[in-house]
């Protein structure tokens, strides 16, 4: 399967713990996002990144949620000390970069389900 | 004005019927207007997609309607099936961001 890949499905953890969440994009996606899903809810838009930088985040990414792409490759969601509210889907996405190659076109990936009890 | 406004927030349709769902935006910055198909505990999957130098697109059974004056775009079904039966997200993004902004979901269900 080369789809976006995302690690672990589901968490379920209790609150004030630390998760990391694991992405692995399209092989050659240079551009990866997260997003957050809560049940009947579109996606809201956290972060994305160019290869290894960071090039955006939402002020839904408090200082509580940090991501990396040291190698611009997959990708980690770490969110310490979580709270209820942090209980949501993690969607990870990738996409091609640049005009012509489809640079739009954004893949999501299964997601990562978190419960925080 | 980042906003996408999405309507019906659900919809029941016959099989065979053309579920048509609705979408406006206010920001003409937007140039790139996808459609995203969920079923329940899956990511959201690319169905279609326009920009705004045309007026509709089809891709099988998938259209995508587009009115640049009015600041919308819709989605028809054509021959819908039981398994059409999802949620479906219309989005739109900047070309110089590719940030999604996203409407917030239309139900639909696709009665045999």
């Known amino acids: 399967d080369t789809g976006v890949s995302q690690n672990p499905r589901h968490k379920i953890t209790k609150r004030g713990q630390n998760v990391t969440f694991r992405c692995d994009p399209i092989s050659e996606h240079n551009r990866l996002y997260w997003y957050r899903q809560t049940l009947g809810q579109g996606p809201e838009f956290l972060t994305y990144f160019q290869n290894e930088a960071q090039l955006e985040k939402s002020r839904l990414l408090s200082d509580r949620f940090s991501a990396e792409r040291p190698k611009g490759s997959f990708s980690t969601l770490e969110i310490q000390r979580t709270e209820q509210g942090d209980s949501a889907m993690y969607l990870c996405a990738s996409s091609p970069w640049g005009e012509g190659s489809g640079g739009n076109t954004i893949y999501f990936g299964e997601g990562s389900w978190l419960t925080v009890v | 004005q980042q906003q996408v406004k999405q309507s019906p927030q659900s919809l029941i349709v016959q099989k065979g019927g053309i579920p048509i769902i609705n979408c406006a935006y206010e920001n003409t910055a937007f140039d790139y207007f996808p459609w995203y198909q969920q079923f329940p505990g899956k990511g959201p999957a690319l169905l279609i997609a326009?920009?705004?130098d045309v007026s509709e697109k089809k891709e099988g059974r998938f259209t995508i309607s587009f009115n640049k004056s009015a600041k919308q775009f819709s989605l028809h079904i054509m021959d819908s099936q039981p398994g059409d039966s999802a949620t479906y997200f219309c989005?739109?993004?900047?070309?110089?961001?590719?940030?999604?902004?996203w409407g917030a979901g239309t139900k639909l269900i696709i009665k045999p």
């Open positions: 326009i920009r705004p």
């Open positions: 989005a739109a993004s900047i070309r110089s961001n590719y940030q999604l902004i």
